[in-house]
Each structure stands twice: as C-alpha cells, then as structure tokens.
C-alpha cells in the first residue's frame, strides 16, 4: 500500500500522542503477558522504553518488530505469530482508541473479543435462539452452522484498511486522527513472516493446511493470529456480513464468533437457499470463502455443536474433543513432573490451562465429570502443591494461599 497524502501534507503538523495514554496501554498490556520473558525484558526499563516508543510514534519512525511463530496444538492445531511485547503495548493503545467506536456499530451477536461476550454467552445465545424460534420446542425449527475456509489468512489487507480509513475519517474525531490511521496501516501492512523468529521445530507445521498458515498467504493478505489487533479488526471485517444477514436478509437468529456463524429459522428450504447466497456474498464483498465441508443443517432436535459444547432441547453439555483436550492437558502436566521439578513459570502454566478448561465447564453439567478426570488423572505430585477450590472450579496453588492467609491475619493483627 501506498502511504496516505494526508500523512505527508501534515509532516510539519504532526499530532502527537499523549505519554499518558501509552502508559495506559502499557498497563493493560502488561496485566495480560507480565509473566512472558518478552514482557520481563521491557518491564526492566519500562519508563524508558515507553519514553523512546512515544518519541518513535510521534516522529514516524515506529516500525513493528519482530515476532515469534510457533504452532499450538489445542484445542485445534493452528500457527501463532507472537508479537514483540513493544508492539503489543501499541496493539492495545489501537484498541482502546478504537472498540468504543466498533462497539456501536457491531451487532449484538458476534461473540469474539468482546468484553461482556465470549463462547459461554455465545453458547446461551444460540440455545436461546432455538428456543424461541421452535416457541419452547412446540414447532419446527432448523439450525444452518456455517463456516469460513482459513479465515485469517484470507482476509484481505487492502480492503481492511480501505474500509477502516473510511470508518475512522468519519467516526473518530479526536485530533490524533492521521497518528492513528498510520498505526493501523504499518500494524496491517506489517508481514510477520519476514522478520521472525521460529520457536517451534519445522516439524510442527505438518499437517497444518496451507490455507491455516500465513507462510502460503497470498501477497496482501492473512493476519496473523495471536495479535490483539488481529481480532479486533476480524471482527471489523466482517460487521459489514453481520447487518447483511441480520438486516438485508431479516435474520433474526444469527449469531458469530470469528469465523463460525449459526442461522436459526422455522423454514428449512429457506435456510438451504440462503447457502449460495452467502458463498457469494463473502467471495464477491469480502473475498472470502465458504467451507464447503463445514455445512451443517438440521432440525433443531439433531442438536447443533458449536463452540466447544453440544446444544440439545433442553440440555447444554460439552463435546467430546473439549473432553478430550481436557484430558490431553492433564496428561501433558502429568508428563512434565516425570522429567523435572516444574518451575514457576510451568507451574503457573499448569493453573492457567486447567483454570481455563474448569472455567468453561463450570457452565454446564460437568460436576461428576470433572471430579472424575481429576481425580483419576491428575499425578499426586501436583495435589500435593494444589487443591480445588469454589466446588471444583478453580485450582489454587496451596504455597500462595498459605502466604495469602499469613499477611491476611498479620494485617488483621
């Protein structure tokens, strides 16, 4: 892309952004990857670093770093490009300029990255849909789940920043207006496969689609996923196909979390005839694909799957591969004691990914279930240095609450 007139009509008249909002960024940020060794480096100096990216931003000079790609096997296998913690600072500073706006224009129903939504919302949205459209399971209704082929590697770059210069020169009106639009240009334009570093073994990759990997992207396209920006624009790029369903078509059950969306009607050949309708209007509006294996359409007690947990009349519970994946990390954690005594980092690792699997079956029916894999999984070598907490939703590290208690009481005292 050719950079912005506007930017080089205004270089003696740059705007300036405020130190105080890249602190904030840095913030919150910070409260989210503190414990990476990228974020540790920069919270060294952090003063200083944030002095010399203020000063980087203001002047024109700012330039996104490196990142580091590797490949994540759970719950799906996908590759990640992790951004340089500097770059993450201005990945949020983006956002917070920006979601206030998103947020009035996007639909109540698209799930992803949104505070106050999420796959749990998602789940009781969808389960609500059907049970309105059926008027509480007394008539007919059909479920249309739909899906889009390698979603983050086909969104095209030119038209994303097209259409968000568009919407920033008529919603945002502060006066850092151009500082903004030249950040979202070098973030979007940025191609992290030119300049990264490669954790993962080349073996990992296999297996992995080509159409899953921003290596096989087309020129101008593919954002990388593992950047805060990367949803949030998703998210952007396909409000325009939200109020096409939800207002051109009338749809009035239909919901999205990135890439997977979900049409409930009383019509089933109504629903069938949408299909092409939407394989087009992606292709030709967003150059984008349907999946052509990931049609699914069935009347409403069939269940649908969607989002990690299985929606059926009057029942909610969670599918097999989020069961299976829960059990794999149980079985990666068991393994890690085996070799070595895991350190704090692995340690802390360990609360987050089981936290994060009981989190999400906290929703449902999954009591016996949890207490099952658990207790007959879990190596003694980590009930020795955790225990369950809130009715078997939330592992707690026992040293931490030992310590917690202590300057609790001294306080006290």
């Known amino acids: 892309m050719q950079q912005l007139s506007l930017f080089d009509a205004i270089a003696d008249l740059r705007p300036t952004l405020a130190l105080s909002e890249l602190f904030e960024a840095y913030f919150d940020c910070r409260s989210n990857k503190r414990n990476t060794l ?11 670093n944030l002095l010399k990216l203020c000063a980087q931003i203001n002047d024109g000079s700012y330039q996104p770093g490196k990142s580091i790609a590797f490949i994540v096997n759970q719950p799906v296998k996908r ?15 983006i956002v917070s300029k920006l979601n206030p706006l998103f947020e009035k224009t996007f639909i109540y129903d698209s799930y992803a990255c949104r505070t106050g ?13 059907i049970r309105q459209c059926s008027q509480n399971y007394s008539t007919d209704c059909y479920v249309l789940k739909l899906d889009v082929k390698g979603f983050f590697m086909h969104i095209n770059k030119t038209l994303l920043f097209a259409e968000l210069q568009a919407f920033i020169e008529q919603k945002y009106l502060n006066t850092d207006k151009a500082l903004l639009l ?26 992995l689609p080509p159409d899953k990997s921003l290596f096989h992207s087309a020129t101008h396209c593919g954002l990388p996923i593992g950047n805060l920006t990367s949803q949030v624009f998703a998210n952007f790029y396909m409000n325009r196909f939200d109020h096409f369903i939800k207002h051109d078509l009338g749809i009035r059950y239909y919901g999205r979390y990135v890439d997977d969306f979900i049409l409930v009607h009383q ?64 079985e990666k954690h068991n393994a890690l004691v085996i070799e070595h005594k895991p350190s704090k980092e692995q340690q802390a690792a360990f609360l ?52 917690t208690k202590a300057g609790i009481f001294r306080f006290i005292r």
């Open 352 to 403: 987050s990914s089981m936290n994060s699997y009981l989190g999400i079956m906290k929703h449902y029916k999954t009591h016996q279930l949890r207490k099952r894999m658990l207790f007959k999984n879990l190596s003694g070598w980590w009930w020795r240095r955790v225990y369950l907490s809130g009715g078997m939703t939330k592992f707690v590290l026992k040293e931490k609450s030992a310590a």
């Open 117 to 129: 939504k999420g796959t749990h919302l998602g789940i009781q949205r969808v389960d609500r849909f």
């Open 267 to 330: 019509d089933k050949a109504y629903l069938k005839s949408l299909i092409p309708l939407i394989k087009t209007t992606l292709q030709e509006q967003l150059q984008l694909t349907l999946h052509p294996n990931k049609i699914y359409l069935q009347h409403y007690s069939k269940g649908v799957q969607f989002l990690g947990a299985i929606i059926k009349p009057q029942r909610i519970y969670i599918a097999k591969r989020t069961q299976g994946n829960f059990y794999m990390a149980i």
């Open 38 to 48: 990228n974020a540790l480096a920069f919270e060294v100096d952090y003063e200083a």
């Open 182 to 207: 030249e950040l979202c240009q070098k973030i979007i334009d940025n191609d992290p496969t030119k300049n990264c570093t490669v954790k993962s073994k080349r073996s990992a990759w296999q297996g």
């Open 79 to 93: 590759e990640i490009f992790a951004a340089d913690f500097r770059d993450r600072v201005v990945h949020h500073l």
